[in-house]
C-alpha cells in the first residue's frame, strides 16, 4: 500500500525543550475547527484509529507528522504559524521545513531494522501486569513481540491496509523507560526490532503516538 506522509518540522529562536504533548495541545488550541488536529469526536469523545496528524519533539525541534489526509491539513495550516507556545514559554519560528514523501506501509520478504527514537508504549493495564508477572527476560521479550505485531495490525486495519501474510517480529534489544503521560507515570521502552513489514520514517506506533510516543526509524541493516 501507497501513503502520503508529510514532515513539517520548524527551528525556532532557542533549542525547544518541552513536551509533545504540549506541542499537540497547541495545535488544537489554534485550530480547533479540524478533527484530525485533536483527534477528538463532535460529543467529544476521542477519535481511537490511528491518529493521521503526530507530534513530536525531536533533537530539540518540534516536528508534526501528517499521514494522508493529514498532510492536506498540514499544508492549510503551516503558512499561519509564525510562533508555537509550550506550557506557559513562547518560541517564536524562524525557519519552516516541509517535506512531502510517498512511502511503502506493507509487509515485505525481506528483515527491515528499527529503532524507537521516542519511547514505546506498549503496555495496557492488562498486559502491564502480564509483563511484571513474567519474571525472565525471554517471556517479557515475547510478549513485547507479541505487542508489536499487534500494534503493526492495528495501524495497517486502521489504514485500510490488508495484512494477508504472517508478520514476524523480534525485538533485539530493548530498555525500560520511565515517562510522564498527563503527568501519570507510565513504563516506556527504547531499543531496536526487526520484522518483515515496511513502516515509514518517523511514524509513531504503539499508544499515544499523537503525543510523541513511540516513533520508530530505520537503522541500517
Not at 501507497?2 to 533549542?15: A, D, E, Y
Not at 469526536?41 to 481511537?48: I, T
Not at 503526530?54 to 493529514?70: A, M, T
Not at 530498555?175 to 520514517?201: A, H, Q, Y
Amino acid at each position: 500500500m501507497r501513503v502520503k506522509t508529510l514532515m513539517f518540522s520548524f527551528k525556532c529562536n532557542q533549542p525547544v525543550k518541552g513536551k509533545a504533548e504540549w506541542l499537540r495541545g497547541f495545535f488544537a488550541d489554534q485550530f480547533r475547527e479540524y478533527v484530525l488536529i485533536h483527534h477528538h469526536l463532535d460529543d467529544n469523545k476521542l477519535n481511537y484509529s490511528f491518529p493521521l496528524i503526530q507530534y513530536k519533539i525531536l533533537n530539540e525541534k518540534p516536528v508534526v507528522i501528517g499521514i494522508n489526509e493529514g498532510t492536506e491539513v498540514l499544508q492549510r495550516l503551516y503558512p499561519e504559524l509564525s510562533y508555537i507556545r509550550l506550557g506557559s514559554k513562547e518560541f517564536q519560528i524562524i525557519e519552516q521545513t516541509l517535506i512531502i514523501r510517498t512511502d511503502d506501509l506493507t509487509v515485505t520478504p525481506e528483515i527491515k531494522s528499527y529503532s524507537f527514537i521516542t519511547p514505546w508504549l506498549a503496555l495496557n493495564e492488562k498486559n502491564y501486569e502480564k509483563y511484571q508477572k513474567f519474571g525472565i527476560l525471554s517471556k517479557r521479550k515475547e510478549l513485547l513481540e507479541s505487542i508489536l505485531v499487534g500494534n503493526i495490525l492495528s495501524m495497517s486495519k486502521s489504514l485500510g491496509y490488508t495484512v494477508t501474510e504472517p508478520i514476524r517480529a523480534e525485538i533485539n534489544n530493548f530498555k525500560e523507560v520511565f515517562i510522564r503521560l498527563k503527568e501519570v507515570p507510565m513504563l516506556g521502552f527504547l531499543g531496536t526490532f526487526s520484522v518483515n513489514f515496511e513502516i515509514p520514517d518517523y511514524w509513531g506506533i504503539g499508544k499515544s503516538v499523537s503525543r510523541g510516543f513511540g516513533t520508530i526509524k530505520k537503522t541500517d541493516q
